[in-house]
C-alpha cells in the first residue's frame, strides 16, 4: 500500500494476499496445534522490477519448539524466489481470520521488511513499527 494508492487498488492487493494466504493455510502441518496459519506479501524485486507474491505456512515439529510459523516460511520463500524486501503483509488461519504474527516472528518481519512494513491485522492496517516499537535491527550492529 503506498500513500498514492486509490481504496479500489489496495483491495485488489489486500483480496489477492488474503487469498493466497488462505490457500496456503490449508497446506500447513499442524498435527499437533491443530491451527493452519498461511501468510502471504508482495516483495520488491532486488533488480528494481516489479513486485512479486511471496507465502508461508507454519511447519511444526514432535518436538514443540522447532516448529516454523507461517511468517518463517514466508521469509524462506522471499529468498529462494531471489530476495528483496517485504512490502505488505497478510497472515490468516486455515478460516481466514486474521492472525497476529508472534514476537519472535515480528523480529523476523523487521529483519526482511523494515519498521513501515503495512501488516493487516484484526484492528485494520499498521505499519510493523506500530508492533515492534523501538525494534532491534540490523542498524544496532557495528
Ligand atoms: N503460528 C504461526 O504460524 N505464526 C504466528 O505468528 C503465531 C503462531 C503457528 C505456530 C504453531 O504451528 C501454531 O501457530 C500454534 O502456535
Known amino acids: 500500500m ?4 486509490s481504496a479500489a487498488q489496495r483491495d485488489v492487493v489486500d483480496d489477492e494476499l488474503h487469498a493466497a494466504a488462505l490457500t496456503v493455510a490449508r497446506n ?3 498435527p499437533y496445534s491443530g491451527l493452519g496459519v498461511g501468510a502471504a506479501a508482495t516483495a520488491s524485486d532486488p533488480g528494481g522490477g516489479g513486485s512479486r507474491i511471496v507465502t508461508g505456512c507454519n511447519v511444526e515439529n514432535a518436538s514443540y519448539g522447532l516448529t516454523l ?4 516460511s514466508l521469509v524462506s ?3 529462494r524466489t531471489g530476495g528483496g524486501r517485504l512490502l505488505e503483509l497478510v497472515v490468516v488461519t486455515d478460516t481466514g481470520d486474521p492472525l497476529a504474527p508472534c514476537g519472535r516472528c515480528r523480529q523476523l518481519l523487521h529483519e526482511h521488511g523494515g519498521p513501515g512494513l ?3 491485522t ?3 492496517v499498521v505499519r510493523l513499527d506500530e508492533l515492534l516499537p ?9
Not at 503506498?2 to 494508492?5: A, T, V
Not at 510459523?69 to 518463517?72: D, I, S
Not at 523501538?134 to 557495528?142: I, K, S, V
Open 69 to 72: 510459523c507461517a511468517e518463517c
Open 2 to 5: 503506498s500513500p498514492g494508492e
Open 28 to 30: 500447513a502441518y499442524r
Open 122 to 124: 484484526a484492528r485494520g
Open 77 to 79: 520463500d522471499l529468498h
Open 118 to 120: 503495512v501488516v493487516h
Open 134 to 142: 523501538d525494534a532491534f535491527g540490523p542498524g544496532d550492529l557495528g
